[in-house]
């Protein structure tokens, strides 16, 4: 059963911006501490950015300054607002929904491509 729906992605120039939003079919989404992971083929899943139940925010060093987390709670949906970005934020975008005695939701992904 999918809980977590990724959506937003697409081609861009580097400079350029996106918006990616997760959308959460979850029982009480505020309890979830939500993050967006990338990956590149070959490569590990890395943090992009986290965003805890009381809207704190931790960004990995590669996009600080550069992407803005947040969520709205009344619309069960997180959003990953996008800018400046650089060719190696190519990667495939995935939400991941977690919490204490919650079970760990992922998304199916969302390619970013971006062009030099």
């Known amino acids: 059963q999918v809980r977590l729906v990724e959506s937003g992605g697409g081609s861009v120039q580097a400079g350029g911006s996106l918006r990616l939003s997760c959308a959460a079919f979850?029982?009480?989404?505020?309890?979830?501490?939500m993050s967006w992971y990338r990956q590149v083929p070959g490569n590990q899943r890395e943090l992009v950015a986290l965003?805890?139940?009381?809207?704190?925010?931790q960004y990995a060093d590669s996009v600080q300054g550069r992407f803005i987390i947040s969520r709205d709670n009344a619309k069960n949906t997180m959003y990953l607002q996008m800018n400046n970005l650089r060719p190696e934020d190519t990667a495939t975008y995935y939400c991941?929904?977690?919490?204490?005695?919650?079970?760990?939701?992922w998304g199916q992904g969302t390619q970013v491509t971006v062009s030099s």
């Open positions: 991941k929904g977690t919490g204490p005695r919650l079970p760990v939701y």
């Open positions: 979850v029982s009480v989404f505020s309890d979830y501490t």
């Open positions: 965003i805890s139940r009381g809207g704190s925010t």
